[in-house]
């Protein structure tokens, strides 16, 4: 089984509000958010999770020189 996990940068932990603590990984279809500390998962990131993992995704994403 293959399963892809990321971390989110600058997301932090809802329940024990670490930083940097937030992994991203898709589960039957199903995008989760999972905190590697404290292991609360969310199933539906809230705004700011999906809104730090977008912006990471440019951070990691093609690099275009002009
Ligand atoms: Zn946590």
Redesign the pocket.
């Known amino acids: 089984m293959r399963q892809k996990k990321r971390f989110i940068a600058g997301a932090s932990?809802p329940?024990?509000?670490?930083l940097d603590?937030m992994m991203l990984f898709k589960e039957h279809d199903v995008e989760k958010v999972e905190?590697v500390?404290?292991?609360?998962v969310m199933t539906q990131p809230e705004e700011a999770v999906q809104a730090s993992t977008r912006q990471f995704e440019q951070v990691i994403g093609v690099f275009k020189p002009e």
């Open positions: 932990c329940k024990c509000k670490e603590v905190c500390k404290c292991g609360y």
